[in-house]
């Protein structure tokens, strides 16, 4: 069977969607202990903007209460690591499932993925929201 990969793709002018795994070990001050997930997805990511794809990027952060999230589950210690490790802006966008402004050659994070409601239970409309954002989802 052959997988496809983001590098056989052609990206160009194309809005790509990463679901990543940055559920990383923090300190009570959420500072990042262990950033192993996080430099994983630096060549998927580079290879998406290098190739002048719009990538937005979202993950998961613990287990919180849908439609509610707290400081400690943001994301946004993990936007700043990212952006240090691709040495350019990664905003972190709130409110993303109505769209993401993003320009090809560009990256946002997009807030913990688990508060949005419907996410624990698969629900088919914010499926189809997610959807509607890309034009690939990796």
Same mark, same amino acid.
């Given at each position: 069977?052959?997988?496809?990969?983001?590098?056989?793709?052609?990206?160009?002018?194309?809005?790509?969607?990463? &679901? *990543?795994?940055?559920?990383?070990?923090?300190?009570? !001050?959420? %500072?990042?202990?262990? !950033?192993?997930?996080?430099?994983?997805?630096?060549?998927?990511?580079?290879?998406? +903007?290098?190739?002048? *794809?719009?990538?937005?990027?979202? %993950?998961?952060?613990? &287990?919180? %209460? @849908?439609?509610?999230? &707290?400081? /400690?589950? %943001?994301?946004?210690? +993990?936007?700043?690591?990212?952006?240090?490790?691709?040495?350019?802006?990664?905003?972190?966008?709130?409110?993303?499932? @109505?769209?993401? /402004?993003?320009?090809?050659? @560009?990256?946002?994070?997009? /807030?913990?993925? &688990?508060?949005?409601?419907? /996410?624990?239970?698969?629900?088919?409309?914010? $499926?189809?929201?997610?959807?509607?954002?890309?034009?690939?989802? $990796?």
């Amino acid at each position: 069977m052959h997988v496809l990969k983001l590098t056989d793709l052609d990206l160009a002018g194309k809005r790509v969607f990463i &679901r *990543a795994d940055f559920n990383v070990p923090q300190n009570a !001050d959420g %500072s990042i202990v262990d !950033d192993t997930r996080i430099r994983a997805t630096v060549p998927g990511i580079r290879a998406a +903007m290098n190739a002048g *794809a719009a990538v937005m990027v979202t %993950s998961h952060l613990g &287990r919180p %209460s @849908e439609g509610a999230c &707290r400081p /400690e589950d %943001s994301l946004a210690p +993990m936007a700043r690591r990212l952006a240090e490790l691709l040495a350019c802006p990664v905003p972190l966008r709130t409110g993303w499932t @109505e769209g993401v /402004e993003v320009a090809p050659g @560009e990256v946002v994070l997009l /807030e913990n993925c &688990r508060c949005n409601k419907g /996410e624990k239970k698969n629900d088919d409309a914010l $499926a189809r929201k997610l959807a509607a954002l890309c034009d690939i989802y $990796a």
